[in-house]
C-alpha cells in the first residue's frame, strides 16, 4: 500500500460565518419524535390564599370529602370543604381571627 492510497480527499471547510447545526437538528426519520424540552414549571401560588398547607387524614375523612366533593347541589373541591372548615374552627375559637376577617 502506498502512502497516496492512504489520502482521503479534502473537505472544504466550513464558513466561518455560519454556525454549523447540531446533529439533533436534522430531520427524523417517520415514526419517531424529538423529545419535547421540559416546561418551565408553572407557579401555583394563590394571592388569595397565600400561606400553604399540608396535613394527613383517616381513610374515613378522606372517602367522606370525595363523597361530599360529588354531590349535587354543593359540590365544592375537596380543599374548599378544608378551607371552610378551618374557617369555622378559628371563628369559634380564636376572637382575634374573627375580628381581623370582619375588619373591625
Known amino acids: 500500500?502506498?502512502?497516496?492510497?492512504?489520502?482521503?480527499?479534502?473537505?472544504?471547510?466550513a464558513s466561518p460565518g455560519?454556525?454549523?447545526?447540531?446533529?439533533?437538528?436534522?430531520?427524523?426519520?417517520h415514526g419517531t419524535r424529538a423529545a419535547a424540552p421540559p416546561q418551565p414549571k408553572r407557579s401555583h401560588a394563590s394571592t388569595e390564599y397565600p400561606v400553604k398547607l399540608h396535613f394527613n387524614a383517616s381513610l374515613q375523612a378522606g372517602n367522606a370529602l370525595a363523597r361530599l366533593s360529588k354531590?349535587?347541589?354543593?359540590?365544592?373541591r375537596e380543599v374548599d370543604h378544608l378551607r371552610y372548615a378551618l374557617d369555622l374552627y378559628l371563628r369559634a375559637?380564636?376572637?382575634?381571627?374573627?375580628?381581623?376577617?370582619?375588619?373591625?
Open 71 to 76: 354531590r349535587r347541589g354543593f359540590r365544592l
Open 1 to 13: 500500500m502506498s502512502p497516496v492510497d492512504n489520502i482521503s480527499p479534502p473537505q472544504a471547510p
Open 93 to 104: 375559637n380564636d376572637p382575634q381571627y374573627v375580628r381581623e376577617c370582619d375588619g373591625a
Open 18 to 29: 455560519m454556525p454549523r447545526a447540531p446533529a439533533n437538528a436534522y430531520p427524523q426519520p
